[in-house]
């Protein structure tokens, strides 16, 4: 989970699509391809298994004895689980135009999808909801989530808002988490997957800045010393107003997105993990 907001769930900000992915030191589409294929740790022959193409032809693209077509690109690009920003990169360096749109969040083009968002997160309470983009800078967020940051200093919530460090911040909700070491790990190793799963220098400077953080010993957590909840799944333990609210983390993306802003966006929702929780959201939000 990311906690964080920036005020009645509106998505009137525009997301951050500009993640700032790179293509590391590699130009040209061969070396590109291969990087990826490198990063995701699968042969040529693999590959070519999987893409029906012959290891030969993936050799002779990568090395630049063969300019592959955009079908090829982008079927290669498909089974190497390619971002879609990094997709237009191969398109480009293979001399192609871009596939993929970015368009802005506040564009005109966007209402629909503005509109639904807002429509899920409202539906979502009294449970906290949140999107956020690729750094993890928050685009819209419910009333849930701003009920959380009551009393954070106002140098966290100036925008950009990230959620990441909102949640361990030394001044940010870190002190409220109880199970903190616990809910860091959990944040910190999500953060890594996505890391070498990206090409993202901006991901990486919010990893290395909230990894930094110094990490306050909260003492025995509840959850920690042994529970009667059955717990199915990591919560997040977190104070409010002298209670302890638990929740549990799920978190959605877009389904074959075709636009760039789109296939960055990361919709999440927490749970409530027990019925006092529960209880105490549905009274405390009427």
């Known amino acids: 989970m990311t906690t964080a907001a920036p005020g ?5 900000g525009k997301a951050k699509g500009t993640a ?21 740790r699968v042969s040529q022959l ?3 298994l999987r893409a029906d193409s012959s290891a030969r032809h993936i050799s002779f693209v990568e090395t630049g004895r063969s300019r592959p077509s955009e079908e090829f690109l982008l079927r290669i690009a498909d089974h190497l689980d390619v971002p879609v920003r990094d997709r237009n990169s191969l398109l480009l360096a293979a001399g192609y135009a871009p596939r993929f749109r970015e368009t802005p969040l506040d564009d005109p083009a966007m209402g629909t999808l503005r509109e639904g968002l807002e429509q899920l997160l409202a539906g979502y309470e009294p449970y906290p909801a949140l999107v956020v983009d690729a750094a993890y800078d928050v685009v819209a967020a419910n009333r849930g989530i701003t009920m ?5 200093p106002g140098h966290l919530l100036a925008p950009p808002l990230n959620a990441m460090r909102l949640t361990l911040h030394p001044e940010g909700l870190a002190p409220r988490i109880r199970n903190l070491r616990e809910w860091r790990g959990h944040l910190l190793h999500q953060m890594e997957r996505q890391i070498a799963l990206q090409r993202s220098d901006a991901l ?21 010393a042994g529970t009667e909840v059955p717990y199915f799944a990591l919560p997040l333990r977190i104070e409010h107003d002298g209670h302890v609210l638990s929740f549990i ?7 074959t997105p075709m636009d760039v802003t789109v296939a960055e966006l ?13 209880k105490y959201l549905q009274n405390h939000m009427s």
């Open 266 to 278: 990361a919709i999440e929702t927490l749970l409530p993990a027990d019925p006092a929780t529960s």
């Open 8 to 12: 009645k769930g509106s998505t009137r």
């Open 204 to 224: 990486r400077a919010v990893y290395e800045e909230v990894a930094a953080y110094p990490v306050a010993d909260p003492g025995v957590d509840a959850f920690e």
């Open 148 to 152: 959380m940051l009551d009393g954070i």
């Open 20 to 40: 700032g992915n790179t293509s590391g030191t590699a130009t040209g589409v061969g070396p590109l391809l291969r990087g990826w294929r490198e990063r995701r």
């Open 249 to 255: 983390s799920s978190i959605s993306t877009f389904n």
């Open 46 to 48: 693999e590959l070519a």
